[in-house]
Every structure is written in C-alpha cells, then in structure tokens.
C-alpha cells in the first residue's frame, strides 16, 4: 500500500508542475542566428506540406547533453506543429505556426537551454531545400555539396550541417551546440 501512495503522491507532483510551468508566447516571424544573420520563418516551401517525421534530437551544448524526442507535422495549409517529448513521453513543449502567423508555444515542463523557435530554425535549415532556405536567409549564405551544408558569411563558417542514412547532426559553431537528429522507426 506504501508503494501505491508513493506513487499517487509522485504522479499528482508531476501533474502540479506541469501545469504550474504551463505558459503560452508569441513570437516574431525572424529568429536571429546571430546578431546580424537572420532566418525568416514565417513561410515553409510548399513542397513540405502534408509531410511529418518522428525523431530522437540529441542536443549538446558546452557539457550539457538532453535526449528529446520529436514529432512534427506540417499539414496540408502549411501549418506547422511540433511537439516535445522527455524519451519517458512527458511533453516538454509544444509549438503551434500557421503559414505566416505567429508562434505559439506552450511550456509543459521547464527545461534549460531548449528554445522551440531555435528548433525550428534548425529544422528549417536541415530540411528545406536549399533555394528557398536561402531567400529567407538575411546576412548569409547557404550551400549544399553532396551529403554537407554550410551557414557562412564573410566572416566564416558557422553552421555545418552532414547528413548520412540513420542520423543528421547539426553543428552551430557560433553557439557551440550540436543536435543530432535520429530517425524513429516507424
């Protein structure tokens, strides 16, 4: 019977402090890559809707490693949905972007150095095909040579991007963070 209380006590926590850390925010359609590099986010290339993807996102930053799990979705208007997962299936964070609305996020549980607009972009950057990435890029440029991309500009290179059949690793070397996104079986 000790176990069961234990359990009930732990599970009503969990539920108070998901929706204690519940909040909703909006942002602008530009998320600044770095001060003078920006990517526009309002748009999503048409040839991406009706598509979704389930991933395992291995994110490191300095000496700090979270495993994430990630669905989204972009439906048949252009709409995006992302949603946050810890690998137990509680839900981080969800991201909700109309084509040319807003974001809209909701926190579920607080985690550290996890910005769902950055994920975004970086799954922009990953994903969508290099000619329109590069008309929503303002201060640099993109290019794609076999299995590589590369974000530079006059100063250098700051985002590598190497793709290879199981996994895509991002490496932002401005922000010294890497997120390696792993394909879900389905």
């Known amino acids: 019977m000790s176990k069961l209380i234990k359990c009930a006590v732990c599970i009503v926590f969990i539920f108070t402090v998901l929706s204690a850390c519940t909040s909703f925010t909006a942002s ?9 590099i ?12 009706g598509q979704s993807w389930q991933h395992v996102l291995y994110i490191t930053n300095q000496q700090n490693t979270h495993t994430v799990f990630a669905q989204l979705a972009i439906n048949g208007s252009g709409s995006i949905k992302l949603l946050l997962m810890t690998v137990q299936g509680f839900p981080i964070m969800e991201l909700e972007k109309p084509l040319n609305g807003p974001v809209k996020t ?27 990435l590069q008309k929503q890029l303002e201060g640099a440029l993109i290019e794609q040579v076999d299995s590589n991309r590369e974000v530079f500009n ?21 922000h010294q963070y890497q997120i390696t996104f792993k394909k879900v079986e389905q």
């Not at 920006?38 to 809707?49: D, E, G, H, R």
């Not at 985002?159 to 490496?171: C, G, M």
């Open 154 to 174: 006059d100063e250098g290179t700051f985002i590598t991007i190497d793709y290879s059949d199981d996994s895509t690793t991002l490496n932002n070397i401005l």
């Open 28 to 36: 602008k359609d530009r998320v600044y890559l770095s001060p003078n």
């Open 38 to 49: 920006q990517l526009n986010i309002n748009s999503v290339p048409a040839k991406m809707f």
């Open 106 to 132: 909701r926190k579920m549980l607080a985690v550290e150095g996890i910005d769902p607009h950055y994920i975004l972009a970086d799954i922009a950057l990953i994903h969508w095909p290099v000619a329109f």
